[in-house]
Structure formats: structure tokens, C-alpha cells
């Protein structure tokens, strides 16, 4: 049975939309309160990085995976993932594009401050897109099947799951 990479990729990206308001927003308290330096939020920059292109590579692996899914589940929920995942990477961009302005305006501390708040407010708009993202491939998973696409010998999709909660209850 080949199993598929895009659900390998997914996790990165939302597990980093996640967490990135919680980081950028104790750094931001972090360069407010004078506890930490400007160099600091480099941390903010590079996870954003790691969001982004770790948001690239899950949705180019899902590009890969959907000839063998289009024929199980219906277009329109398959578009509206990958639809989903396309706000998600350009909004995941443009947070990584605003977490750099803090370091623009560095001989404004106020502007700074303000450009890593709003970075960090940005990263919440990320996270929501994130659950969207989500809750249109578990759809596609869960609702309409698309998980059969890669299970092989005529089995079903539920066929392994049951076959270990018999053995277990044996």
C-alpha cells in the first residue's frame, strides 16, 4: 500500500500557525517591555519561514495526491482545500513580509513596536486560515472518503482499524 506524503507535510505548517501567536506575541511583550533586543525577533522570522515553506511543500504534495483523490470525493470539496491552503501559504507570505518590518524601523522603536504587533496579530489571521485549512482536508478525509484512494487489495478504508480493535478484544 503506498501511503501518500501529503498527510506526512500538513502537520508542520499547523502546528507552526499554532504556535506562532503565542511566540510572536511573547516576543512582542519581550521588545515592549526592553527584556529582550530586537534581534530577538529573528526567532518570529524564522519560524515564519518554516511556516511558509513548509506550507509550499504540503501544498504541492497535495497537488500530487489529488489525481488519485478527484475520483472519490466531490470537486467542490476538493476545491475548496486547496482553495483554503492557497489563502493560507499567500497570508502565511505576507505575515513573513510584515515580521521583517520590525527590523525596517529600527530607529523607530514605536513604529517597531507597533509593526511586530501587528506581525503578531497577523500570525492570529494565519492560525484561523490554518483551522480552515484543516477543516476542509478532514472533510475530504473523513466525510467523503478520500483516504480509500490509497488502500489497496480491495480493502476498505475502515478494514485496518477494525482488524486491530479485533485482535485487541481477543
Known amino acids: ?48 519561514v518554516l511556516l511558509l515553506g513548509s506550507s509550499v511543500l504540503a501544498m504541492r504534495s497535495g497537488e500530487n495526491d489529488e489525481e488519485r483523490v478527484e475520483r472519490l470525493v466531490p470537486e467542490a470539496a476538493l476545491e475548496a482545500h486547496e482553495e483554503a491552503a492557497e489563502r493560507f501559504t499567500w497570508a502565511a507570505g505576507f505575515v513573513l513580509l510584515l515580521s521583517l518590518s520590525p527590523f525596517l524601523l529600527q530607529r523607530r522603536p514605536k513604529a517597531a513596536n507597533v509593526a511586530a504587533l501587528a506581525t503578531a496579530l497577523g500570525t492570529c489571521g494565519v492560525f484561523w486560515l490554518g483551522y480552515e485549512v484543516g477543516q476542509a482536508g478532514g472533510e475530504l478525509v473523513y466525510r467523503h472518503g478520500a483516504a480509500a484512494a490509497f488502500v489497496g487489495g480491495g480493502a476498505t478504508v475502515g478494514a485496518p482499524a477494525a482488524e486491530v480493535r479485533r485482535r485487541r478484544d481477543d
Open 1 to 48: 500500500m503506498e501511503l501518500p506524503l501529503h498527510p506526512k507535510l500538513v502537520h508542520l505548517p499547523i502546528a507552526l500557525a499554532v504556535l506562532m501567536p503565542v511566540l510572536t506575541g511573547v516576543l512582542w511583550i519581550a521588545l515592549l517591555r526592553g527584556w529582550l533586543p530586537l534581534r530577538a525577533w529573528l526567532l518570529a522570522v524564522g519560524a515564519q
